[in-house]
């Protein structure tokens, strides 16, 4: 599709009171479209999640369309007529980030920015670089505390981070763990000259221990939610049935909503939009219910295997997962919106391309 517009975008002044969902159906739009749209053009903190920042004053919406020719409608590409492919550009991609956690009607919001690159392939195996800027916003400031200050700096020793994915754009193993290693023995240095006490002692001896083995540093990233999200194999076989493309039998996603234990798997249908959208992106979507073994007992005692089966008086756990993705005409990620819940927890990832 072609279109012609005289600008690349107009301003919606916020109404007192209104939430995405009161725009999005004035536009007559879907919530995903408009949050995706404004979060192109955003600057900063002006980035939307799931909901409206209390300090956003307006949203960058789609202008309006003085002519539209060549409305025939593009088909998503499919290698050999059912694969989807992993194409991933020779460029760097920078990425806006939030995380909206809700947890016993608590909310927390935490935002920063990051950015993948492309370095090679090997067969069937890719080798991606992440990076990822040390400011960290919660709850729309900046995070400057001494414990948040010494987590970032602990943190940033992992980046750049160079992970390997399969094929399906799954992420397997860390590439470059000498790299952090040598990073972490710098930054130990400078952190115990410049921190006392024993509480940092002994947050830098248990950030020590994850550093020490490549496999404990792939164990820790199994919690990163945007690794988790961004590289969870959705590069994989459809079939076509009706307008969509659909994979043969349900997909098993793992999304770690709770810290320090094993990630939770949700099973569910994953579908391809047939045709690439307006915006000359195509859409998939995955909806998962939890089929994890662990009981709700499980979860509350952190528990990385089943034991409270509910065979043995254990209560079955409630949960659900849905991620949508926008890519581009290339195939490579641009948006995503991710949405885990797991009993009275939720998640919310927005990843948006700037």
């Not at 990425?95 to 909310?107: A, I, K």
């Not at 700096?153 to 992420?171: E, M």
């Not at 409630?318 to 926008?326: A, E, P, S």
Request: charged share 25%; glycine share 6%.
């Amino acid at each position: 599709m072609i279109e012609i517009t005289k600008r690349k975008f107009d301003k919606y002044e916020i109404k007192q009171g209104e939430t995405l969902q009161d725009i999005a159906a004035f536009f007559s739009i879907s919530v995903d479209t408009l949050i995706r749209f404004h979060n192109i053009y955003a600057v900063g903190n002006e980035s939307i999640g799931s909901k409206l920042p209390p300090q956003l004053s307006f949203l960058y919406v789609a202008p309006y369309l003085e002519e539209k020719v060549n409305i025939d409608k593009t088909k998503i590409e499919l290698e050999s007529g059912q694969v989807l492919q992993l194409k991933p550009p020779k460029t760097t991609t920078h990425f806006g980030v939030s995380y909206n956690v809700t947890e016993n009607e608590e909310e927390t919001e935490i935002k920063f920015e990051t950015s993948v690159t492309f370095l090679k392939r090997a067969g069937n195996f890719f080798l991606f670089e992440v990076s990822r800027s040390p400011e960290q916003y919660i709850n729309t400031e900046i995070a400057n505390s001494f414990l948040d200050e010494l987590a970032s700096q602990c943190g940033q020793v992992l980046y750049p981070l160079q992970v390997i994915t399969d094929a399906s754009g799954t992420w397997l193993e860390v590439n470059n763990h000498e790299d952090i290693m040598a990073r972490w023995e710098e930054t130990r240095k400078r952190l115990e000259e410049y921190y006392e006490g024993d509480w940092c002692k002994n947050y830098l001896d248990e950030t020590a221990l994850v550093i020490s083995s490549k496999e404990n540093v792939v164990a820790s990233l199994q919690n990163d939610w945007f690794l988790a999200s961004f590289f969870s194999g959705i590069f994989i076989n459809y079939y076509m049935e009706g307008e969509k493309y659909e994979k043969l039998a349900n997909k098993t996603i793992a999304f770690p909503i709770l810290p320090h234990i094993n990630p939770v798997t949700y099973s569910g249908l994953i579908q391809i939009e047939k045709y690439l959208d307006d915006y000359n992106m195509g859409q998939i979507e995955f909806n998962g219910i939890l089929t994890d073994e662990r009981s709700k007992e499980d979860f509350v005692n952190l528990a990385n295997h089943p034991y409270y089966t509910t065979d043995e008086g254990g209560t079955q756990a409630t949960g659900g997962l849905k991620i949508r993705y926008f890519l581009n005409a290339k195939n490579w990620i641009e948006t995503l919106y991710l949405s885990c819940e797991l009993e009275n927890k939720k998640v919310e990832v927005v990843v948006s391309v700037q």
